[in-house]
């Protein structure tokens, strides 16, 4: 069947969201599939990642690490899928890929510029190409290792810890023998990191008071921020003399539309540290690299990752919601009908 005679259900961006109303900003609308380009490829979505950090391409800001999703356009994101239709050297009919695709049954994308990658089929579980083995797992390793600078013995603070990428690099973290903390929100967040995962502790923010939690837990070397807000303040407070901070996500910013403004500022001075931001754009040609490193720890046991499952395109912004509040632990992953 021709591509023109198909239907491609997706979600268009109809205006700008306020805070996590995306129902009343994106639409899911049908269309038929366009016939790819030279250098395009067409993929049947199977599955849709779920990510924090495209809640800033739903907004105006123009000084992020790319431009804003246009309204009236397709909605992106990572996608894993087949190859049905190719036009790109390198990926031919049949091939699992994982890419920047449309949130939709199908994504009709240029192979280089949306990063679409060959995936090995034989990984038993594919959701791993969205977590351990994906980009929250490079941006955990990079993070911990890299920005962070983590050495044997230190101590890492993770914040965000229950989320994709916090529950990879507190494992990250101990793997590289480091004591591993985690802040997270809730008793069964920060029974999951102790208990299951069997970091050192966890700071549940929402027990209230969470500098007198971090002062009970002692000095860190290694803060890795996802979130950003007040919680970085409690936390400068508590680095250790020449520490680091690698920060890799301002969640408490994406809905609320402040911006990250630390009234401890000045610890960074006082107890010397280095603060550092990173992308994972910035190490995208290590990618090869990081997977064989994730992909040893994950198929040895060592690096595990919890899915939350949604099926159904229709319901994908319930799932996108879960990422700003709190409904979740691990990975968010759309699945979508065969």
Same mark, same amino acid.
């Given at each position: 069947?021709? =591509?023109?005679?198909?239907?491609?259900?997706?979600?268009?961006?109809?205006?700008?969201?306020?805070?996590?109303?995306?129902?009343?900003?994106?639409?899911?609308?049908?269309?038929?599939?366009?016939?790819? &380009?030279?250098?395009?490829? +067409?993929?049947?979505?199977?599955?849709?990642?779920?990510?924090?950090?495209?809640?800033?391409?739903?907004?105006?800001?123009?000084?992020?690490?790319?431009?804003?999703?246009?309204?009236?356009?397709?909605?992106?994101?990572?996608?894993?899928?087949?190859?049905?239709?190719?036009?790109?050297?390198?990926?031919?009919?049949?091939?699992?890929?994982?890419?920047?695709?449309?949130?939709?049954?199908?994504?009709?994308?240029?192979?280089?510029?949306?990063?679409?990658?060959?995936?090995?089929? &034989?990984?038993?579980?594919?959701?791993?190409?969205?977590?351990? =083995?994906?980009?929250?797992?490079?941006?955990?390793?990079?993070?911990?290792?890299?920005?962070?600078?983590?050495?044997?013995?230190?101590?890492?603070?993770?914040?965000?810890?229950?989320?994709?990428?916090?529950?990879?690099?507190?494992?990250?973290?101990?793997?590289?023998?480091?004591?591993?903390?985690?802040?997270?929100?809730?008793? &069964?967040?920060?029974?999951?990191?102790?208990?299951?995962?069997?970091?050192?502790?966890?700071?549940?923010?929402?027990?209230?008071?969470?500098?007198?939690?971090?002062?009970?837990?002692?000095?860190?070397? +290694?803060?890795?921020?996802? +979130?950003?807000?007040?919680?970085?303040?409690?936390?400068?407070?508590?680095?250790?003399?020449?520490?680091?901070?690698?920060?890799?996500? =301002?969640?408490?910013?994406?809905?609320?539309?402040?911006?990250?403004?630390?009234?401890?500022?000045?610890?960074?001075?006082?107890?010397?540290?280095?603060?550092?931001?990173?992308?994972?754009?910035?190490?995208?040609?290590?990618?090869?690299?990081?997977?064989?490193?994730?992909?040893?720890?994950?198929?040895?046991?060592?690096?595990?990752?919890?899915?939350?499952?949604?099926?159904?395109?229709?319901?994908?912004?319930?799932?996108?919601?879960?990422?700003?509040?709190?409904?979740?632990?691990?990975?968010?992953?759309?699945?979508?009908?065969?």
């Amino acid at each position: 069947m021709k =591509l023109a005679l198909m239907k491609n259900r997706f979600w268009r961006i109809d205006r700008r969201p306020h805070g996590t109303d995306f129902a009343g900003a994106l639409a899911l609308v049908e269309d038929a599939v366009p016939e790819p &380009a030279e250098g395009q490829i +067409v993929i049947r979505n199977a599955m849709l990642s779920m990510d924090a950090g495209t809640r800033m391409w739903l907004t105006d800001r123009q000084d992020g690490y790319q431009p804003p999703l246009e309204v009236g356009t397709s909605m992106i994101g990572l996608v894993i899928g087949e190859v049905v239709q190719s036009r790109a050297a390198g990926f031919p009919e049949g091939t699992l890929v994982r890419a920047f695709g449309q949130w939709g049954d199908y994504s009709v994308v240029d192979a280089v510029m949306s990063g679409a990658i060959a995936l090995d089929p &034989a990984v038993a579980d594919r959701r791993a190409w969205f977590g351990p =083995l994906g980009m929250n797992g490079w941006t955990a390793l990079w993070g911990i290792e890299q920005t962070g600078a983590a050495k044997p013995g230190e101590r890492v603070l993770v914040s965000a810890a229950a989320g994709a990428t916090g529950i990879l690099a507190v494992q990250i973290a101990k793997l590289l023998g480091c004591e591993a903390w985690g802040i997270a929100g809730g008793v &069964a967040k920060c029974a999951y990191l102790t208990d299951t995962l069997g970091i050192a502790g966890a700071v549940d923010y929402k027990a209230g008071n969470v500098a007198a939690q971090l002062d009970r837990a002692g000095g860190f070397d +290694v803060y890795f921020d996802n +979130v950003g807000g007040g919680l970085l303040d409690d936390v400068l407070t508590c680095m250790n003399h020449y520490g680091r901070i690698a920060v890799c996500g =301002l969640l408490a910013d994406y809905t609320g539309g402040g911006r990250t403004s630390p009234r401890e500022f000045d610890q960074v001075l006082m107890r010397r540290l280095r603060i550092e931001g990173f992308f994972s754009p910035d190490f995208m040609h290590e990618g090869p690299r990081l997977t064989e490193r994730l992909k040893t720890w994950h198929e040895a046991g060592a690096l595990v990752m919890p899915y939350d499952v949604t099926q159904g395109l229709e319901n994908t912004l319930t799932a996108y919601a879960k990422l700003f509040t709190g409904g979740n632990i691990g990975k968010v992953i759309v699945e979508l009908t065969p």
